[in-house]
T-cell receptor, first 115, second 114 residues
């Protein structure tokens, strides 16, 4: 099925470790996003990429870096994981701006625990 | 600045009844889109319905309809004939037409009682 694929689905890290969350979409979308969702809360935007070659900070970028590897792939890196980064991470994609009524399509999420 | 407000953290509804989930938004832009998403306990985000700011009619998708009141800046989701499978978190979101960012509300947790 077409959609957004995130890997891994689950991960446990120790404080200070680094890791990269991978995201790929096969819908030929220009825009991609990374969100975090803490228990019982809404989505907070970490970073987004309007198109290949561009990235912009969202609401909560500190402690994260991103790479838009190509049109399909957008990765999120935690350089030195902290317990405050324990969360569920969602990747999403959408068509670019310009009167678009296209929604975001989401991956299934990565559940990340940092001890 | 753009903002989405969902004032109902949790709601209960009896199976087969209709329920309205509230969403108000704040923007000075005239061109925008409004979206509702469902997040069941399994965690995935499911797109439900869309309303454009220039759409004259309220959007409908099966049992979902959007009560759009532009002057009041509200975009409430109406679920008719609730089913047990409707129990989930529901998020309202907004996108400005000339920007790529989506703005999400804090969500409403709906519980459907048998």
């Amino acid at each position: 099925n077409a959609g957004v694929t995130q890997t891994p689905k689950f991960q446990v890290l120790k404080t200070g470790q680094s890791m990269t969350l991978q995201c790929a979409q096969d819908m030929n979308h220009n825009s991609m996003y990374w969100y975090r969702q803490d228990p019982g809360m809404g989505l907070r935007l970490i970073y987004y990429s309007a198109s290949e070659g561009t990235t912009d900070k969202g609401e909560v970028p500190n402690g994260y870096n991103v790479s838009r590897l190509n049109k399909r792939e957008f990765s999120l890196r935690l350089e030195s994981a902290a317990p405050s980064q324990t969360s569920v991470y969602f990747c999403a994609s959408s068509e670019r701006q310009g009167g678009s009524n296209q929604p975001q399509h989401f991956g299934d999420g990565t559940r990340l625990s940092i001890l | 600045a753009q903002k989405i407000t969902q004032t109902q953290p949790g709601m209960f509804v009896q199976e087969k009844e209709a329920v309205t989930l509230d969403c108000t938004y704040d923007t000075s832009d005239q061109s925008y889109g409004l979206f509702w998403y469902k997040q069941p306990s399994s965690g995935e985000m499911i797109f439900l319905i869309y309303q454009g700011s220039y759409d004259e009619q309220n959007a409908t998708e099966g049992r979902y309809s959007l009560n759009f009141q532009k002057a009041r800046k509200s975009a409430n989701l109406v679920i008719s004939a609730s089913q047990l499978g409707d129990s989930a978190m529901y998020f309202c979101a907004m996108r400005l037409y000339n920007f790529n960012k989506f703005y999400f509300g804090s969500g409403t947790k709906l519980n459907v009682k048998p």
